[in-house]
């Protein structure tokens, strides 16, 4: 069973940052996809960006050129520095695990941009 734990989250204005990080716990976690995901109040969980076991990214249209997702393999942690923050941003963001079929989700972690 694999565990995800978000961390910082948090009340940031409007262009300013933050890093989001999340610890997995297992093994192998350099063979994994990774990815972070955001859902707003009454819309859809949406993909915001997402890293391969070969390093390889993409990210959401909205988010390009602000967003940067990394992963530490050593440390079992993928990162999502969020710069030039909007409001729009606020949501939830969740991280994800994908391996083949299996994908586990963590429990979320609340950003909220606003003056």
């Known amino acids: 069973q694999v565990q995800l734990v978000e961390s910082g989250g948090g009340l940031v204005q409007p262009g300013g940052s933050l890093r989001l990080s999340c610890a997995a716990s297992?093994?192998?976690?350099?063979?994994?996809?990774m990815a972070w995901y955001r859902q707003a109040p009454g819309k859809q969980r949406e993909l915001v960006a997402g890293i391969t076991s070969a390093d390889s990214t993409n990210y959401a249209d909205s988010v390009k050129g602000r967003f940067t997702i990394s992963r530490d393999n050593a440390k079992k942690t993928v990162y999502l520095q969020m710069d030039s923050l909007k409001s729009e941003d606020t949501a939830v963001y969740y991280c994800?695990?994908?391996?083949?079929?299996?994908?586990?989700w963590g429990q979320g972690t609340q950003v909220t941009v606003a003056s």
């Open positions: 297992g093994s192998r976690f350099s063979i994994v996809d």
């Open positions: 994800n695990l994908r391996y083949r079929s299996f994908s586990s």
